[in-house]
């Protein structure tokens, strides 16, 4: 397995809900992070065990991706890995719903993991064993109803990025995995209930994850992790 070992780690969407959770466990491990968020001020009252420094990125940002990527190189001088985990749901569905929505969706969900992992591949070749955890969702596997076919889209297409990274310069030891959850217990489905002896899966699970498919060493790589918290036909 690869060790931590001071490794950095750059976290997208790190202020609150899945990327949080997985700040405090990297960090935890022994991962050195950089961590992204739209409003980097929300961090300074999380207390992490390692070094953590805090970056502004909006996905929708064109030179956001790259000033974050190097300012992680002016803080620690390399970058081993990036947890693409920003993302946005609207409710757009096949009937319903607003194409600037879609739109939205696709910038957020696609075009900017696209665009910091674009800043972000130099260093992800150049170490040998970098890689790429992308949050995608079972919304980026199958469809269920019309109603999020705007956020589906949007998420198939993360998770044809994943494979596309995965494709490219195997050589190098980059390596890509989609972590595709059903619903997590945050702020984004808060509006969504399960039925009576259904859950939400905690967002440390998805954080142990996270910290999970960064320990697999280059031989031992794992395209896709489907989480369900409850039973799918499908899943
Ligand atoms: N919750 C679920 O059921 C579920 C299931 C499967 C997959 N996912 C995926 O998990 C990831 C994390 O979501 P979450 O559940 O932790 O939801 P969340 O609590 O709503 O967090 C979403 C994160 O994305 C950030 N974000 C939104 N728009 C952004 C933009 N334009 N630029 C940069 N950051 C932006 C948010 O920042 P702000 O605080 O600035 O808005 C926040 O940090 C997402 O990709 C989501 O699609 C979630």
């Not at 890995?81 to 969900?109: R, S």
């Not at 970098?130 to 589906?152: E, F, Q, T």
């Not at 998770?159 to 945050?186: E, F, K, M, Y």
Request: glycine share 10%.
């Amino acid at each position: 397995m690869l060790k931590p070992d001071g490794r950095v780690v750059m976290i997208s969407g790190a202020n609150r809900g899945i990327g949080l959770a997985t700040a405090h466990a990297l960090s935890a491990a022994g991962y050195q992070l950089s961590l992204g968020a739209r409003d980097p001020g929300q961090l300074q009252s999380e207390t992490f065990p390692g070094k953590a420094s805090c970056h502004h990125w909006d996905a929708e940002d064109s030179n956001a991706s790259t000033k974050w990527v190097n300012d992680t190189l002016a803080s620690y001088g390399r970058i081993d890995a990036v947890v693409l985990n920003a993302g946005v749901i609207i409710g757009a569905g096949l009937e319903n719903g607003l194409e600037q929505d879609m739109d939205h969706m696709w910038n957020v969900n696609f075009k900017g993991p696209l665009k910091l992992v674009r800043a972000a591949l130099p260093q992800l070749q150049s170490c040998g064993h970098g890689r790429v955890i992308n949050v995608v969702s079972l919304s980026g596997k199958r469809i269920m109803g019309s109603a999020n076919l705007g956020y589906s889209a949007s998420k198939f297409a993360a998770l044809s990025l994943t494979h596309a990274i995965r494709q490219h310069n195997w050589p190098s030891g980059l390596r890509a995995t989609a972590i595709c959850p059903g619903l997590v217990d945050t702020e984004m489905v808060k509006q969504v209930n399960t039925p009576p002896g259904e859950f939400k899966i905690s967002p440390d699970a998805i954080a142990g994850t996270i910290a999970y498919a960064l320990s697999l060493p280059n031989d031992a790589s794992v395209a896709e992790i489907l989480v369900n918290s409850r039973l799918e036909t499908t899943f």
